[in-house]
């Protein structure tokens, strides 16, 4: 039996062994064509295959060949290890989660997320004029030209730009080695120093023309320089140069010694002795030993000055000391200091020499200093400081460098540089960039070590979720950030500093996906709703599941949820106003019992044609406990005498707002194909928005989609109804609020009624009129015209790109369309900050649009507060999901179908980080101006003149007929009587005598604005007017060809 069954196994076995080893085969070539496919692209030759290998044809054929049960997450990983490296090694066993070898590499990528600065991703410059066996002696960052200086110690002088590109470069022929270099901000030099002379060069210079101006003689070997900058200081150049004496020079350079205006217009080059007994120098002795660097400090309008003297080690003082005799702030260290450096954050000053530790040291205090640091084996060489990040980077005569927190005093990261061995250079240069986050190094070779942060943002994909996101909800109270994504996965982040506080796996269960959530005003609790129609209630603060309300379904209609808004929340009843997917909007009830449906919204309306309102009777029993009374449709009978058909087909419900306080009771709702209906449960009315015509004739808006509603209330407007309230009915306001997730709480407060001169009820019978006995309206009397001046206003964001601004009366009062050179693209999301002055809107395609609506909101009737566009930039490479606003720190958080959730600062669209990075989120800086890796482009602020489409200047006559060009000598009648002749001449006369206005300067435009309806391209093509002669001209040569 035992053969038998070891048989039946062998026989088995070995189709499955041969089936599998066919599948690693085609696995195999799959890749190796996607590795080709990508390379020719990147090469830019054309892709000839039948198509390219994206990721969802990657990862429907790996689990064709393998099987469904290989993991999506898997197969992400695998192709974004190929697509971010196409040399990079694979196995065919990491499809299939397992990785042979790479604990190693796993733990170095989570070590590396760690470091300060990515070493693995270092630049190296090699700069071909460097000398062989030359050496940088000293790199300068000049930050208001935004450009660097480098010297050699051979006589090369250099000017980077900030792309790190030689933009003037010289070779100084001198014996002497140069130890020192800066720039002149007020000459706009360099000035270098060598061990006899000071060099000063005019890089400006064209050609091949290099103005040099040296020095010399010098009484001792100058050892360092560096400039004064005093604003006072004008036309002239302070510098401060060390020397191996232990004295500090000061000099004053002026554009008079040097006469840079006469030498300008020389075409040879120049290379002309100056006599230093002509300069006028200031010394001072201040150290017993050589005063190896010296630094000015505009912060503290102190100079320092080091030595590797153990008495007279440190000098802080002011640069007026060195023209007195007055005592000088000393400090004094063991062995000396060979660096130092100022952190104008922290305030503190940071010293190193032989005795290899770092001290600290306030700047008012030279007896002791506040913090001593030690790790380096060698002396410390140089010192630099990361004034963003208060970092301390200190570098060792033997390459090593050290990274360390100022306010931890805690070592962050070592690293060396690896150029040539230790002991061949004992010296080399560094600075550090605070305005790119990058250190230049410089020895034989210049070295760019970039943040490991600035790495991530740029080149790292965002992630916040593996699949595409489905919510995005903001919680005020707590602040904090709820992300739901396709797979049904709940996180919840930390707004302050982007780490995740606790998420919830398949929360409605295994499969189910949850499609919307709304957290309560008050932020404790989260309610969520899911693709078959169930909801649940949660805690928020905690993450446990309070109840589950699922609903009966007595219908096949698909029960998907769209959108929930919180009415009401406590620990006895929860009310939620949802909307699905068939178009059905209702109010759900539920406690620890049970839960219902108390109410629904009429499924369609039966407009009668050229009248968009229609009345409403309403229950007034209801209103207490649904919130919104029940509704029932009132007919016109002389309507339906004459007119059968709708005004508005009936539509299945895409989205809705609801405004909901006292004396203001309104849903909004959208649909697919245009049609935006705003039920008035104070009016008793339902209104289909629409335009009115030229002929006044009511009809439908000519758009497509709507994806989103949103209410616009202005500030003013809540300011006004406070003053009017009573001080009772204000405390109901406080009890009662209805606002969607995605609003402040406090908007509440700011709800205003409409007209009360609009307002009409329409009662057929006295049995009808007896159902508005009980109701109680709260009426607030208030002029008419201030009440138009701060009502509010109802936004609709459509798919051609338009957004459209309507009166809670239900007229058209504006039309937006984004300023783009790109044709127009669905708009998906809108939201708006608390006080109502700016409105932000997503696109299909990523992008993020910003206006400026303070001034229309407080009278959308007057022609004058326009509406401004401010700011657009790219977000994502995808559709935008929700989006929203957060005013303490002014951002704009944005969730896309690319499964990441971005944060950007509001005013000027700065890119701050991604939910769910590595590091946590600096969102008061915005001194950086990075990038994700799938967005090439910054940030657009859309100033007034370059809209042309808002011109108010008209020309009637772009061309115009030349009356002496017409009239030439050549032109007689005996020519007009050649028939022969008269077609080309007329011809070539009439249009050789068109000419543009000469009393216009500016451009021409036409007299008449296209039509938007026309599209994109022909709808904006100008219009022009031709005049009465020249038809009749044209109309003759037609005749006369004809004939």
């Known amino acids: 039996m035992s053969e038998k069954g070891d048989c039946d196994k062998e026989s088995c076995s070995a189709p499955e062994v041969s089936d599998f080893k066919n599948a690693l085969k085609q696995f195999q070539e799959l890749v190796e064509k996607m590795v080709t496919q990508k390379t020719k692209k990147r090469l830019g030759l054309s892709i000839e295959d039948e198509g390219e290998i994206d990721y969802d044809k990657f990862c429907k054929t790996t689990k064709t060949i393998f099987g469904p049960e290989i993991k999506d997450h898997n197969i992400k990983a695998f192709f974004r290890k190929i697509s971010n490296n196409l040399d990079a090694r694979t196995e065919w066993c990491e499809i299939f989660g397992c990785f042979i070898g790479e604990s190693d590499t796993i733990s170095s990528q989570l070590k590396e997320e760690n470091m300060v600065f990515l070493i693995s991703e270092k630049q190296q410059i090699t700069h071909a004029v460097v000398k062989r066996q030359d050496v940088i002696k000293s790199i300068v960052k000049v930050p208001h030209l935004d450009f660097t200086v480098i010297s050699s110690q051979k006589g090369v002088l250099t ?48 050609g091949s023309q290099n103005n040099c101006f040296i020095i010399k003689p010098m009484e001792n070997a100058l050892l360092c320089v560096c400039t004064v900058t005093m ?32 030498c300008k217009g020389k075409k040879e080059s120049q290379l002309q002795v100056l006599d230093s007994k002509t300069f006028n120098f200031v010394k001072r002795k201040l150290h017993d030993d050589w005063a190896v660097k010296v630094k000015y400090f505009s912060e503290l309008n102190c100079f320092g000055s080091c030595s590797s003297d153990s008495i007279h080690s440190f000098v802080l003082d002011d640069i007026k000391r060195l023209g007195d005799n007055l005592p000088v702030k000393e400090f004094s260290v063991p062995r000396g200091v060979n660096a130092f450096t100022y952190c104008a954050k922290a305030k503190v000053i940071v010293t190193g020499g032989n005795d290899k530790l770092l001290r600290f040291w306030h700047p008012t205090i030279n007896s002791r200093p506040t913090g001593k640091l030690s790790g380096h084996q060698h002396s410390i060489v140089e010192i630099v400081t990361n004034e963003k990040d208060q970092h301390v980077i200190s570098l060792s ?41 990058t250190l230049i190094t410089g020895s034989t070779v210049i070295n760019i070590y970039s943040l490991t942060h600035m790495i991530q943002a740029t080149r790292q994909m965002p992630q916040t979720h593996e699949k595409r996101i489905n919510v995005l909800v903001y919680n005020r109270a707590f602040h904090q950030i709820l992300t739901i994504c396709s797979e049904s996965i709940l996180k919840v982040w930390d707004l302050e500093t982007g780490y995740q506080i606790y998420q919830i796996e398949d929360a409605h269960g295994l499969n189910i996906e949850v499609t919307c959530a709304a957290v309560e005003t008050n932020g404790f609790y989260l309610a969520t709703g899911a693709c078959d129609g169930t909801m649940k209630i949660w ?37 939620l106003l949802v909307l699905e997917q068939s178009g059905k909007m209702k109010i759900i009830q539920g406690n620890s019992v049970q839960s219902y449906v108390t109410w629904m919204l009429p499924e369609s309306v039966s407009f009668p044609r050229g009248n968009p309102v229609v009345s409403l009777s309403l229950k007034s029993d209801t209103l207490q406990t649904h919130f919104f009374p029940d509704i029932q449709l009132l007919s016109d009978p002389s309507s339906q005498q004459t007119d059968t058909e709708n005004f508005v087909p009936s539509v299945e419900i895409k989205c809705f707002d609801v405004l909901k306080v006292e004396g203001c009771s309104l849903i909004a709702t959208g649909s697919a194909n245009g049609t935006i209906i705003l039920w008035d449960f104070e009016s008793a009315s339902v209104r289909c928005l629409c335009k009115i015509n030229e002929d006044s004739q009511a009809s439908v808006l000519q758009a497509s989609g709507v994806n989103a509603m949103l209410f616009l209330v202005p500030s003013a407007f809540f300011s006004r109804k406070i003053s009017s309230m009573p001080s009772t009915t204000a405390t109901v306001r406080r009890g009662f609020r209805v606002i969607p997730e995605h609003r402040s709480s406090s908007l509440n407060l700011h709800k205003e009624n409409v007209k009360s001169d609009e307002i009409s009820i329409q009662i057929t019978t006295a049995k009808d009129t007896s159902k508005y006995k009980n109701i109680q309206y709260l009426k607030i009397s208030v002029p008419p015209k201030a009440v138009a001046e701060h009502s509010p206003v109802l936004a609709s964001a459509h798919e051609n790109g338009c957004i459209c601004l309507w009166s809670i009366q239900g007229n058209l009062v504006k039309e937006l369309l984004p300023f783009s050179k790109y044709p127009s693209v669905p708009l998906t999301a809108l939201c708006t900050d608390i006080s109502t002055k700016m409105l932000l ?5 990523g992008y993020i649009m910003r206006w400026s609506i303070a001034s229309f909101l407080e009278d959308p009737e007057n022609s004058k507060n326009q509406i401004k566009e401010e700011l657009c930039w790219r977000a994502h490479s995808a559709e935008v999901v929700d989006l929203v606003h ?37 969102l008061s800086d915005i001194s950086w101006l990075i990038l994700p890796c799938d967005v090439n482009t910054f940030p657009t602020i859309i100033k007034e003149q ?45 249009f050789q005598a068109l000419t543009s206005p000469k009393i216009h300067r500016q451009p021409l435009e036409s007299f008449q604005s296209g039509n938007r309806e026309a599209g994109a391209v022909f709808g904006f093509l100008p219009i022009y007017e031709v005049s009465t002669s020249v038809l009749y001209l044209l109309h003759w040569h037609s005749y006369r060809s004809s004939h």
């Open 397 to 437: 005569s033997a390459k090593i460098f050290r990274v360390w927190d100022i306010q931890t005093l805690s070592l962050l990261q070592v690293f060396h540089d690896n150029e040539g061995c230790p002991g061949d250079i004992e010296t080399i240069a560094m600075v550090f960039d605070n305005d790119r986050g």
């Open 159 to 206: 000017i980077f730009n900030n792309q790190m590109r030689v933009l003037a470069t010289t070779i100084v022929e001198d014996t002497a080695w140069i130890t020192g270099c800066e720039f002149l901000p007020q000459l706009k030099c360099v000035v270098a120093v060598t061990e006899r002379t000071v060099i000063v060069w005019d890089y400006k210079s064209k």
């Open 841 to 845: 809107a997503g696109s299909k395609e």
């Open 886 to 922: 957060e005013e303490e720190k002014n951002v704009v958080v944005t969730a896309s179908i690319d499964g990441s959730v971005r944060l950007w600062h509001a005013v000027n669209g700065y890119y701050l980080g991604y939910v769910g990075q590595p590091r946590k989120f600096e």
């Open 946 to 990: 370059s809209k042309h489409m808002e011109k108010n200047k008209k020309f009637e006559y772009p061309l115009m007929l030349d009356r002496d060009k017409w009239k030439s000598p050549i032109r007689s009648p005996s020519v007009l009587k050649e028939p022969e002749h008269v077609d080309k001449f007329q011809d070539f006369k009439f």
């Open 539 to 575: 805690e928020f603060e905690s993450g446990q599941e309070v109840k589950a309300l699922p609903l009966a379904q007595d219908s096949k209609d698909e029960c998907r949820l769209l959108k929930i808004v919180y009415l009401k929340a406590d620990e006895s009843q929860h009310v």
């Open 231 to 262: 604003s006072d200081r004008l036309a002239k150049d302070n510098i401060l140069m060390g020397d191996d004496k232990g004295y500090v020079h000061l000099l004053t350079l002026t554009s008079d010694h040097f006469g840079l205006k006469q």
